[in-house]
């Protein structure tokens, strides 16, 4: 049974930081490339980062310099390290698993990111 589930999400104010973890099963993860979505409300759904089963990153614009992402095959989890929140930053977070060939995609539940004084 695949699962991905997230969490680190929470509340934080402006400025602040928050480590999102995805921890990732049921399916040979290093063969996936794993990506962080995000969908605020009204809003739809876009693309935050994404870490090839190579390694290659790629983060949003808007989120370039702020974000990182990373994964750890050993433990079978990408992380998202988020820095200098914003408000707008305000979201649900959702860990998407993707094979090399495009046909196998999973996601996880999402979890609420909320930035906020």
């Known amino acids: 049974q695949v699962q991905l589930v997230e969490s680190g999400g929470g509340v934080v104010q402006p400025g602040g930081s928050l480590r999102l973890s995805c921890a990732a099963s049921?399916?040979?993860?290093?063969?996936?490339?794993m990506s962080w979505y995000r969908q605020a409300p009204g809003k739809e759904r876009e693309l935050v980062a994404a870490?090839?089963?190579?390694?290659?990153?790629n983060i949003a614009d808007s989120m370039k310099g702020r974000f990182t992402i990373s994964r750890d095959n050993a433990k079978n989890t990408v992380s998202l390290q988020m820095n200098s929140l914003k408000p707008e930053d305000t979201a649900v977070y959702y860990c998407?698993?993707?094979?090399?060939?495009?046909?196998?995609?999973?996601w996880g539940q999402g979890t609420q990111v909320t930035v906020s004084s």
């Open positions: 998407k698993a993707e094979s090399r060939n495009g046909i196998w995609r999973y």
């Open positions: 049921g399916f040979t993860f290093t063969n996936y490339g």
């Open positions: 870490i090839s089963a190579g390694g290659s990153t």
